[in-house]
């Protein structure tokens, strides 16, 4: 079946630095891949995606690129803000049915402190 | 333009009583996914569903557990009896249409509701 494995966390930064949380995948065909964000007391929200091999996914300085060779989809940031605190999720998508079953890692969760 | 809306937000229940999650999509959804965060695990798919229809309960346990999404109203998510091992993070999120099979389309969560059976 379907899953992902994420670098364990917590992940403490400071201010600037540079962030890699890693991920990968084991999946039948070739499914999309995900990265979910969720701050404090708030719902996941997507923070960026790509849907086939080669693609890069990127919003608010946050950067992955899908890897079929690694079955991998890391996330970079070049310079992290204390306000990037937050909960980070790896997820694929379920290619045989018509619903989203989404499958996540267990998150990784990040501190950024001045 | 409120996002998904769930409660209540924390629930505490004792074995064998029931409890009841609610989740209103967002203005213009009409589907919905309830995910399940057990403790140090990921977020794990249970139920989806559209107006008055369950289209996929694979991740459903077979016992205890059920959905509905009415005509008119939130999605509600109903344990009955619950046990130790329900407590979890339970998640809904939904979409303004299907999500076909390449995933590809966004789905909206709500910030969840944590349940903790004594």
């Known amino acids: 079946g379907n899953s992902v494995t994420q670098m364990e966390g917590p992940v403490t930064l400071s201010e600037e630095a540079f962030l890699t949380i890693n991920c990968t995948y084991t999946?039948?065909?070739?499914?999309?891949l995900f990265w979910y964000v969720q701050y404090p007391g708030e719902g996941l929200q997507l923070l960026l995606k790509?849907?086939?091999?080669?693609d890069k996914g990127s919003n608010k300085g946050f950067e992955a690129t899908y890897r079929k060779e690694t079955t991998s989809f890391h996330l970079e940031k070049g310079s992290v803000q204390v306000s990037d605190s937050a909960v980070y999720f790896c997820?694929?998508?379920?290619?045989?049915?018509?619903?989203?079953?989404?499958?996540f890692g267990t998150g990784t969760r990040l501190q950024v402190t001045l | 333009n409120a996002g998904v809306m769930q409660n209540p937000r924390h629930l505490v229940r004792r074995r064998g009583q029931e409890a009841r999650l609610r989740c209103s999509p967002m203005k213009g959804h009409s589907h919905v996914y309830w995910y399940r965060q057990l403790p140090e695990e990921g977020l794990k798919f249970m139920v989806y569903?559209?107006?008055?229809?369950?289209?996929?309960e694979s991740g459903m346990p077979k016992e205890r557990f059920s959905a509905e999404f009415p005509k008119e109203g939130p999605s509600i998510l109903r344990i009955q009896q619950v046990v130790r091992g329900d407590s979890a993070a339970y998640f809904c999120a939904s979409s303004p249409q299907g999500q076909g099979k390449s995933g590809a389309n966004v789905l909206t969560f709500g910030a969840g509701s944590r349940l903790t059976v004594l």
């Open positions: 569903l559209q107006k008055e229809n369950i289209i996929d």
């Open positions: 999946a039948t065909g070739y499914p999309s």
């Open positions: 790509a849907t086939k091999a080669d």
């Open positions: 997820a694929l998508s379920d290619l045989t049915g018509t619903a989203s079953k989404l499958t």
